[in-house]
């Protein structure tokens, strides 16, 4: 796969002393600290505007000390994998703009007290809004640094009371050939778009929901209203534009297991000494930056994910 260069994205590498006590002004560019005051004051909620620090752990931050720069937006918001619409990464962005993002909700079912239907604008309005900082790993080997705004998975699961036989949560896109020509145009995919988590990897405080990135709502292109965010895993995990959440005994079959079975596994956490089936998986390439840096186990949160798989 040709990875395109581009040129340097123009923010300032994260402060790299302590995880937890660094003024956000000096970690971030100043336009994007503006707009995300803005955004979560904006929310008027009370407890919305809790800051949850920048996520990029002291251990990490270590490890790839001037590495992790911000990726610039005009490049996550203009390289996007959303194969409802187009294989084409450069025209995700244009051809989303189709998706009608009002009245979005998330049909809760499966292995839970009591199925329902829960409204997006009142989970954001609901569930006090934090901020991460996360590095996004994609299978094709590029990768990016993007400031999310959200909640942790954890809540919507709290909320949604799954019974104790639950083991999986199984996650769904939105369905509409109408809207998303790729749906249309390879109609034989196993659509919908299918991820899953375990729940103890869906528990976890890094798994996120996002509803926000860069100090404003989701981009169409980028999953909104609400996409998911598992930083520790290949990009394919953090399924976009989420329309079901089902709790499951058995492991759900994912949407890449269907296409290709033998590329893809369900677990999919980022492990640079396994390569995929096609290509090794030991370096990435930031989008924006051209040079190739190595990939870290878990994708740099080892200290936070690794007991998972003890
Ligand atoms: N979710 C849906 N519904 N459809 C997709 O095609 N692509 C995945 C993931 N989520 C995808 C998806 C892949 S392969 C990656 S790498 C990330 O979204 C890319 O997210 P981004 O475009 O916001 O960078």
Redesign the pocket.
Same mark, same amino acid.
């Given at each position: 796969m040709k990875i395109p260069f581009y040129p340097m994205a123009k923010a300032p590498a994260l402060h790299l002393s302590r995880a937890w006590d660094i003024p956000e002004s000096e970690v971030t560019l100043e336009d994007v600290y503006l707009n995300r005051r803005k955004f979560l004051e904006g929310m008027g909620h009370a407890g919305l505007a809790v800051m949850a620090g920048w996520l990029l752990p002291a251990t990490a931050r270590a490890q790839t000390s001037g590495r992790d720069l911000i990726t610039s937006e005009s490049l !996550?918001g203009g390289f $996007? $994998? #959303?194969?409802?619409f187009t294989p084409d990464k450069a025209r995700v962005r244009q051809l989303a703009k189709q998706l009608p993002l009002e009245g979005w909700s998330i049909h809760i079912k499966g292995l839970v007290q009591q199925p329902r239907v829960v409204d997006v604008a009142d989970l954001i309005r609901k569930f006090a809004q934090e901020e991460r900082v996360y590095r996004?790993r994609?299978v094709e080997t590029w990768s990016?640094v993007i400031p999310w705004t959200g909640f942790p998975l954890r809540k919507l699961i709290e909320l949604a009371q799954p019974l104790s036989q639950a083991r999986f949560v199984k996650f769904t !896109?939105f369905i509409n050939p109408n809207i998303a020509p790729g749906q249309k145009d390879r109609f034989w995919e196993p659509w919908p778009?299918v991820e899953g988590l375990s729940l103890a990897e869906a528990m976890h405080d890094l798994s996120f929901m996002a509803t926000g990135m860069y100090g404003h709502s989701l981009n169409p292109? $980028? =999953?909104a209203p609400i996409r998911l965010v598992v930083p520790w895993k290949y =990009? #394919?995990k953090?399924?976009?534009?989420i329309v079901a959440m089902e709790f499951t005994r058995e492991a759900p079959r994912i949407f890449w297991q269907d296409m290709s079975p033998l590329e893809y596994d369900f677990e999919a956490n980022v492990v640079p000494q396994v390569p995929y089936a096609r290509w090794h998986q030991t370096v990435e390439t930031r989008l924006g930056e051209n040079r190739t840096v190595a990939t870290l186990l878990y994708n740099g949160y080892a200290d936070q994910v690794a007991s998972l798989y003890k």
């Open positions: !996550t $996007n $994998n #959303f194969y409802e996004l994609c990016a !896109t778009y292109q $980028n =999953g =990009g #394919f953090s399924i976009k534009s």
